[in-house]
Every structure is written in structure tokens, then in C-alpha cells.
């Protein structure tokens, strides 16, 4: 293991991803169990008179993206570079970040985001018709659009699956598998990336990017090419957007 606690660069970088977990994944559990009053003071963001909105809009979303390069990009890049001492070339190789058959892993992201898609009907069907709830109660959509116009959140959704999957599938995947084996890092890194999302309060956020990320994982082993849940993410998350959208024009 590279890591020597002896080195202060090493406790910094150790510092820096425990920031990470912190925002990414503590705080969102801690989240989960007051979430009722984080969306009623979400909801009180409509009260903002319109001729701010659209500047709040900008900045939060700007924030929510820059939080995540930080946080899930450049922190684990510094873990590499001071910890690991690769090279730059070295550290996307790591990462399976390659453009060797970009084209393979396009077709195979575009087939993954179909499968996790048809996942997604399969189990929202049997969730709504076990516990008699609705597709609107699982979502957690109408949170996002209390902050976000369409536009706005069409780039949060296409933007941030990027960092999400640097780090889930890329960091946290490579070092649970070289420290476990393959198995156990599809595994954890999956229910990590559940529990990410668990600021929304709701239970099915929760699981889907549970098995979301069990599929993921999956194909970066298989194609070795992180491009693959990249494309599958932002496809998924674009494609689910705009079903929902045209859903609701259709009901209105």
C-alpha cells in the first residue's frame, strides 16, 4: 500500500478525501432523517421575488457543480498524484479514462443506460403497486425543480454524472479492487453511491443507484473503459428528464 502515515502529504491527501466522504456520503445519511424539513426549506426558495431567481439559480448551480469537480475530481487526482506519484498519463490509465475504442464504449454506454432504464420501470412498477404510491413520490425531480429551471437542471444532470462516476467508478473502484478484488468493489462502491443519494429522504433514490451502480461497475470492469458509465449516466439521467417532462405535458 502506498499510503505512510508518516508523510504529511499523505495525511493531507487522507484529509482532503475524508472531506469528500463527508459531503458526499455522511452528510447525505445524516440528511436522510431530516429531510422532511430540508425540502420545506427548499420550497421556501420559491419565495425569492423573479427578478433574483434567475441569478440564484445561476449561482447555486455553478456552486453544485464546482462542489463536485472539487470534491470528486480534483481531491482524488491529488491522491494520485501525491500519494500514489503517478503521472498524469499514469492516473487515467488507473482511472481506465482512455480513448481506445471510444466507439465500443459509446455503443456499450448507450446499451447500459437502456438496460438500467428498463431496471428502473421493472422495480417502479412493483414499488407502486406494493406500497400504493405514485412515480412522483419516488422521484426526486420535483425536489430539483424547486431550485432549477428546466434548462438549469438539464445541465446539473448531464454535468455532474461526470464527477459522480470519476469518482465512484473510477477512484473509489480501483482502490477497492486492488484492495478486495472485483466482487467487493462493485459491490461497496455501489451502496456508496446509494447512500449519496440519500439526501432526498426518500427510499428509492437510494436503492436504484444501488443497483445503477452494480451495473456500472460492471461494465467499467468488463469494457475496462470508464468512458462507458459516463455515457450510460449522463444518457440515463438526460433520457429520465426528459420522459418526465413530456410525461407531465401529456397529463396537463
Excluded at 472531506?19 to 422532511?36: D, K
Excluded at 491529488?78 to 506519484?85: D, E, Q, R, S
Excluded at 473502484?173 to 472485483?182: C, M, P, R
Amino acid at each position: 500500500m502506498d499510503f505512510d502515515i508518516k508523510k504529511p502529504v499523505h495525511i493531507f491527501s487522507l484529509l482532503l478525501i475524508e472531506i469528500t466522504f463527508l459531503f458526499v456520503i455522511i452528510l447525505p445519511i445524516i440528511t436522510f432523517f431530516f429531510a422532511s424539513g430540508t425540502v420545506e426549506s427548499i420550497d421556501q426558495y420559491s419565495d425569492i421575488p423573479s427578478s433574483y431567481r434567475l441569478i440564484f439559480e445561476i449561482f447555486v448551480l455553478f456552486f453544485s457543480l464546482a462542489f463536485a469537480v472539487v470534491l470528486l475530481i480534483f481531491f482524488p487526482l491529488i491522491w494520485y498524484f501525491l500519494v500514489n506519484n503517478y503521472n498524469f498519463k499514469k492516473t487515467l490509465s488507473r482511472l481506465r479514462l482512455t480513448f481506445d475504442k471510444i466507439y465500443m464504449a459509446l455503443f456499450w454506454g448507450i446499451i447500459t443506460a437502456i438496460v438500467i432504464f428498463g431496471i428502473t420501470i421493472v422495480i417502479g412498477n412493483i414499488v407502486i403497486s406494493i406500497f400504493e404510491t405514485n412515480s412522483q413520490e419516488m422521484s426526486n425531480v420535483p425536489d430539483l425543480e424547486a431550485l432549477f429551471s428546466p434548462v438549469s437542471l438539464f445541465l446539473l444532470v448531464a454535468i455532474q454524472p461526470i464527477a459522480e462516476e470519476f469518482f465512484f467508478r473510477g477512484f473509489l473502484l480501483d482502490k477497492f479492487e486492488s484492495l478486495a478484488g472485483q466482487n467487493i468493489a462493485i459491490i461497496s462502491t455501489a451502496v456508496l453511491f446509494g447512500l449519496a443519494h440519500a439526501s432526498y429522504g426518500k427510499l428509492y433514490p437510494i436503492v436504484l443507484p444501488i443497483i445503477m451502480g452494480i451495473v456500472l461497475a460492471y461494465v467499467v470492469i468488463k469494457t475496462k473503459n470508464l468512458y462507458t458509465a459516463i455515457i450510460a449516466h449522463v444518457c440515463f439521467n438526460v433520457g429520465v428528464l426528459i420522459l418526465t417532462f413530456l410525461a407531465r405535458s401529456f397529463v396537463t
